[in-house]
Every structure is written in structure tokens, then in C-alpha cells.
């Protein structure tokens, strides 16, 4: 009699594990964006590991926020919207890039060729005065190293940008990194890339 008392003990346990586990199994895996960024703005180092994304179907346009500290849900989804980021939170600058471009020069597949300027906009924590903004070109300003990918909602885009440049004598130098999936929903604004 005591065995299927034991039995059932057992076998109890692992049961409700394996209801527990169902949902998240049956769900479908949520994409989470990767993204670094290090490099230097005028001579200060840094480094982000945080990042959203913003699209423009129309242009095909891509606008991604590199960020030192957590970006959270609700920055995360009007940044979306508006393809903006505020340089400062709480008072205080962040140490954040955004980086505009058009990885298919409007064509809905990403190609290094294709990815002629960017729209750089930089600001550092540590110094008020490092903070930038200005449209590059290539290859004189950076290299797009490797690129892949659909701009289209919901589409993969994953790519390495290296480059620098100098500004009134003082270093600027970047590495960006990112695999990311566009939202669902376009941005109100971005940059233009020729449309479709």
C-alpha cells in the first residue's frame, strides 16, 4: 500500500513542473535586441550594451539608440513611435548614441554598399561638451563591415559600423554593433531614404 502512495508523492511534483513550463513553452520566444557600442567622444571613452529600435517603412529607414544604462519599456515604446531619445534622464546627460541610416539605400534589403551616410547624434555623461551631432559619409568617415537583413516590420537587421572623425581637434571613434527586430508599428519620423 505504501508504494503507490510514493508513487503518486513522486510523480506530483514533476507533474506540476511540467504544467508550470507549458505556457512558456507554447509561447513564442520574444526577439530581444543586441547591441554594444564603445569607441571614444573627444577623448572620453565609453561603452553601451543597451539599445531600441525605430523604423520608417515608407523611407526604409532605421534608427537605432545605443544607451549605457537599462532603456525601459515605456522608452522603449516611444522611442518607436518617434524615433527620439531625449539626452538627458532625470536632470542628468547619458552616454547614448543614435544612429540613423538607410541600410538598403530604400530598398527593403540591407546591403554595405547601399549605406552611404549616417546621421550620428552623440552625448557623454561624463562630459557635456563631447556630445555631437552630424551626418557622415562613407568610407571616408566609417565602414560598414558587415550587414544583413529586411527593413520591413517584424524584419531581422543585424550589422558592425566602425569609423571616426575629429572635431575641433578632438577624437571621435565608434563601433557599433547590433541584431535587432523592427517593431510591428512605424515611426512617426526618421530620415529619408528615397522611399520605396
Known amino acids: 500500500m505504501s508504494r503507490p502512495i510514493r508513487c503518486r508523492i513522486a510523480q506530483r511534483p514533476l507533474a506540476v513542473l511540467a504544467f508550470a513550463l507549458m505556457p512558456a513553452l ?28 525605430a523604423f520608417m517603412d515608407d523611407q526604409r ?6 544607451n549605457e ?31 540613423a541610416f538607410c541600410p538598403g539605400g530604400g530598398k527593403p534589403a540591407a546591403s554595405a554598399g547601399s549605406v552611404r551616410s549616417i546621421d550620428l547624434n552623440l552625448t557623454h555623461a561624463k562630459s557635456a561638451m563631447a556630445g555631437a551631432q552630424w551626418v557622415i559619409q562613407a ?9 544583413a537583413g529586411e527593413v520591413k516590420a517584424g524584419g531581422k537587421l543585424a ?29 512617426a519620423s526618421g530620415i529619408s531614404c528615397g522611399g520605396k
Not at 568610407?139 to 550587414?147: G, N, Q
Open 26 to 53: 507554447a509561447a513564442p520566444a520574444h526577439a530581444q535586441n543586441k547591441c554594444t557600442a564603445t569607441g571614444v567622444m573627444a577623448g572620453e571613452k565609453f561603452s553601451t550594451g543597451h539599445c531600441a529600435v
Open 61 to 66: 529607414s532605421v534608427t537605432i539608440w545605443f
Open 69 to 99: 544604462s537599462p532603456i525601459t519599456p515605456q522608452e522603449e515604446k516611444a522611442f518607436q513611435q518617434s524615433a527620439f531619445a531625449d539626452s538627458t534622464k532625470g536632470g542628468k546627460e547619458r552616454t547614448m548614441l543614435l544612429v
Open 139 to 147: 568610407p571616408k568617415e566609417f565602414k560598414v563591415e558587415r550587414i
Open 159 to 187: 550589422g558592425r559600423i566602425t569609423g571616426s572623425r575629429t572635431s575641433d581637434g578632438r577624437p571621435y571613434a565608434w563601433d557599433l554593433a547590433f541584431d535587432v527586430t523592427l517593431p510591428a508599428n512605424e515611426a
